[in-house]
């Protein structure tokens, strides 16, 4: 009856999820398009290859890239709400840890090791645990390394996986490109390996060669079987090749070093520096081209902080594993038998149970109304949004891009929004007028004339709602301490600015809360 390491894991981060942290999961917008997105193609079975939530005609061409994880987001979500959608990604979070936890244990890293690096993992993964598609990539990565590692170092060739998980992969998120970076990464470790060694070990790495190339060949072949077809290897490139996209969104941003979720990735830096740095025991190729790759990628965009984590891990388990069991100080004695103990306790335990009972527990307190998971008024303009319904404004509105994922969410197809989270849709140029309106560059109001703008809907504390509120062209008819709406001053308007002439802009005090 005993959980094992692995299902105490799974089932303490499940429950921190799905009992603490399960609110955080909605902090981005995304979720809500996403769902939408996914329900619009149950609906029309059909994947989408134009943009049907904005107002902007012609109708953008639109890569629905992450359509097989809106789908599935759509079922949950149809099943269960949004509480299903926050418990379901929970679960995915849990057993991408669970997957790494098991990967460091079949390389034979002490127990005790691997659950502490597991969990630094987890820590610095957390800016990243949100309801959206890229959880399916975590999972999936694990999985991917695992056969890769395995195929390495212990000559079990699991290779012919690959191409079959490359189908849904490509399908469910873009960061089946990760998948080409892992194989790339192994195929020239060995390539540089075969060419500077000699005897044994250019042995070992011609035949690994040989099958890493066939792999990379059987899977780039599999990615093409999706509804975009070859069109979907490119798509990546051009997201990152936008120096405006890149530099206009946070996520794709640097890491900042004074944000309090980055000291866990800080943390698991100076864990990997003086893991090698202090071991006797040298990086090979393959290690080195991983590690120097994805802590590149991590210190140019945030977002792959979590893909830098799963790939660091299984390197500093071993190593500290090795330095353990050559080390003979108290502690080091004290570990290893605390270590053997509990591996034997492990060995004894069988099955998943308290894994399946804690979802079990989660699931039916979700389906009766224990837990409950919504978009969070206090930061989403969910209250706006009703006020939308009652007053069917005319117009064009012009929005923020996060307001417009929960608008899509809340208000759609009644309402098209001018922006969402789909900004590599819109592109460049859309993102440059979209900047230059919030900043009040010159030229603003043309672009709110050029697209006819009649109505905005943005955040209460942004400088162009605190702008609006002196601009004779504007009045305000809405506001709470998220969300100011403002129509213009015309004609059109005139029966909104008469209904609601007493409305007056909600001043948040950090203390006292609004006032």
């Not at 190593?319 to 270590?339: C, I, N």
């Not at 789909?422 to 010159?442: I, S």
């Not at 969300?483 to 001053?489: C, D, L, S």
């Amino acid at each position: 009856m005993l959980p094992s390491i692995g299902d105490f894991l799974f089932t303490s981060i499940f429950l921190l999820i799905t009992l603490n942290l399960g609110q955080k999961l909605l902090s981005d917008g995304d979720t809500g398009y996403h769902i939408r997105a996914g329900e619009y193609m149950l609906g029309t079975h059909s994947i989408p290859h134009q943009d049907m939530f904005s107002f902007l005609s012609p109708p953008l061409p639109w890569t629905a890239h992450e359509w097989l994880s809106e789908v599935i987001m759509a079922l949950v979500h149809q099943g269960w709400g949004l509480s299903g959608v926050v418990i379901f990604f929970a679960f995915l979070l849990a057993l991408s840890c669970f997957l790494l936890f098991r990967m460091m244990q079949s390389d034979d890293s002490d127990i005790l090791v691997s659950l502490l690096v597991v969990l630094l993992v987890g820590g610095a993964a957390q800016l990243h645990w949100l309801a959206r598609p890229h959880v399916f990539s975590l999972v999936i990565m694990v999985a991917w390394y695992y056969i890769l590692d395995q195929y390495q170092y212990q000559g079990r060739n699991l290779l012919f996986l690959l191409p079959l998980i490359m189908i849904p992969w490509a399908n469910l998120h873009g960061g089946f490109m990760v998948g080409f970076i892992l194989l790339g990464a192994y195929f020239l470790g060995n390539l540089l390996d075969a060419f500077f060694s000699q005897g044994e070990g250019r042995g070992e790495s011609l035949p690994r060669l040989r099958g890493l190339g066939l792999a990379i060949l059987a899977c780039g072949a599999a990615s093409v079987v999706n509804p975009y077809g070859f069109h979907i290897l490119l798509f990546p490139f051009q997201l990152t090749s936008s120096k405006d996209l890149m530099d206009g969104v946070s996520e794709f941003l640097s890491p900042n070093f004074h944000e309090y979720y980055i000291k866990y990735f800080e943390l698991l830096l100076f864990v990997l520096l003086a893991t090698v740095g202090l071991s006797r025991y040298k990086l090979n190729l393959v290690e080195m081209i991983l590690i120097l790759l994805f802590t590149h990628m991590s210190l140019f965009s945030a977002r792959y902080i979590p893909l830098f984590a799963i790939i660091v891990a299984p390197v500093i388990a071993r190593r500290l594993t090795r330095v353990l069991r050559e080390s003979d100080s108290g502690f080091a004695r004290f570990v290893k038998q605390r270590s053997r103990n509990i591996a034997a306790i492990d060995d004894c335990t069988t099955g998943y149970l308290w894994p399946l009972a804690a979802v079990a527990a989660v699931v039916i307190m979700v389906h009766s109304g224990r837990i409950t998971f919504q978009f969070d008024p206090k930061i989403k303009p969910m209250a706006a949004i009703e006020f939308l319904k009652r007053e069917r404004i005319p117009g064009n509105m012009f929005n923020n891009d996060e307001f417009g994922d929960c608008l899509i969410y809340g208000a759609a197809p009644a309402y098209k929004v001018f922006i969402d989270g789909r900004l590599d849709m819109y592109g460049a140029e859309r993102l440059k007028e979209y900047f230059k309106v919030t900043a009040f560059q010159p030229g603003w109001e043309k672009i709110l004339e050029k697209y006819q703008i009649s109505w905005i809907i943005f955040p209460a504390d942004a400088t162009l709602s605190r702008h609006l509120l002196i601009h004779p062209d504007w009045k305000l008819i809405y506001a709470d301490e998220v969300t100011n709406i403002f129509v213009r001053n015309n004609a059109q308007h005139r029966y909104l600015m008469e209904k609601y002439r007493d409305v007056r802009p909600v001043v948040r005090d950090e203390k006292k809360g609004a006032a």
